[in-house]
């Protein structure tokens, strides 16, 4: 990964390191697992990884300067998540990203931010789902922490995106108390 201490240091880290955070834990999902809840409200493991691989899509489709439109594809949510990661991954390799970082808000690719987080933030979901809560890395935290509290709350919350704050409770860890904040709690 090209992440620092300080977190990602480019578009670019933030879209490819954030799957590099997602694919391992998709890796871990067994058969039995699909159908498990997630974080995500209403959501099991195969709405999440099929949210995220349209998510990968929606990058892609963007950085083609194409309109996404919801795919019809009836894969496997793995293999799904596998080709939309892969599509992205390939159109990275061939598009230049503006990668000042950070990266100014009047730049085209400044609205990739949310889609970069989006990976680090599901890898939490799935990890929860898989009964193995992730702790992500600190400069990812930090980052997000920053970027999420400084996203207006119209975007930040608007439907198909995050809930209201709940309260982190005391001796949550970093990861922990973020989510807290995006409207997510581990499962009972």
Not at 28 to 37: A, I, M
Not at 113 to 129: I, P
């Amino acid at each position: 990964m090209t992440t620092t201490a300080q977190g990602p240091t480019s578009i670019t880290s933030l879209l490819l390191d954030g799957m590099d955070l997602f694919a391992p834990e998709v890796g871990k999902v067994g058969d039995d697992d699909w159908q498990r809840p997630t974080p995500c409200a209403d959501w099991t493991v195969t709405e999440l990884v099929r949210h995220t691989a349209d998510t990968a899509d929606r990058v892609t489709a963007f950085l083609r300067g194409e309109t996404w439109q919801a795919p019809a594809s009836e894969a496997a949510p793995r293999d799904r998540w596998d080709d939309a990661m892969t599509e992205l991954r390939n159109e990275i390799g061939r598009y230049t990203l503006d990668d000042r970082w950070p990266i100014p808000g009047d730049s085209p690719h400044a609205k990739l931010r949310f889609h970069g987080c989006d990976f680090a933030v599901h890898t939490w979901d799935l990890s929860v789902a898989l009964g193995r809560e992730a702790e992500l890395p600190s400069g990812w935290v930090d980052y997000m922490d920053g970027f999420f509290r400084n996203t207006p709350t119209e975007v930040l919350r608007r439907p198909r995106a995050f809930h209201d704050p709940e309260q982190p409770s005391e001796g949550d860890g970093p990861t922990r108390s973020l989510m807290a904040f995006l409207g997510r709690r581990p499962l009972s």
